[in-house]
């Protein structure tokens, strides 16, 4: 079992920067891909980024280039580093988890978190 945490969210400006973080319980965080999906208001869930368990990374179209998924083994932790926001990128962003990176980018989550708002003011 695993336990997701999600923090950092909140309210921003167009053009601004945040960084999310996501704790996981366990001592398993390693052997997880590990990524970020977002909901906005009315939308279906949609795919962010992911990395795998050896660091490969994949991004959405919409983000490639603005946003940086990184994890930190040690602390059990994942991160998504979001620059030059746009008021599109308003939505709660969910931390997910399973054992395959390409899984996750498809959609299949195997644990994910309760969410963090995220509002871009134009």
């Known amino acids: 079992q695993v336990q997701l945490v999600e923090s950092g969210g909140g309210l921003v400006q167009a053009g601004g920067s945040l960084i999310l973080s996501c704790a996981a319980s366990?001592?398993?965080?390693?052997?997880?891909?590990m990524g970020w999906f977002r909901q906005a208001p009315g939308k279906e869930r949609e795919f962010v980024a992911a990395i795998s368990r050896s660091g490969g990374y994949f991004y959405a179209v919409s983000v490639n280039g603005r946003f940086t998924i990184s994890r930190d083994n040690a602390k059990n932790t994942v991160y998504l580093q979001m620059n030059s926001l746009k008021p599109e990128d308003t939505a709660v962003y969910y931390c997910?988890?399973?054992?395959?990176?390409?899984?996750?980018?498809?959609?299949?989550?195997?644990?994910w978190g309760q969410g963090t708002q995220v509002t871009v003011s134009s």
């Open positions: 366990g001592r398993t965080f390693s052997s997880y891909a």
């Open positions: 997910a988890a399973n054992k395959v990176a390409r899984d996750l980018v498809a959609g299949n989550m195997d644990y």
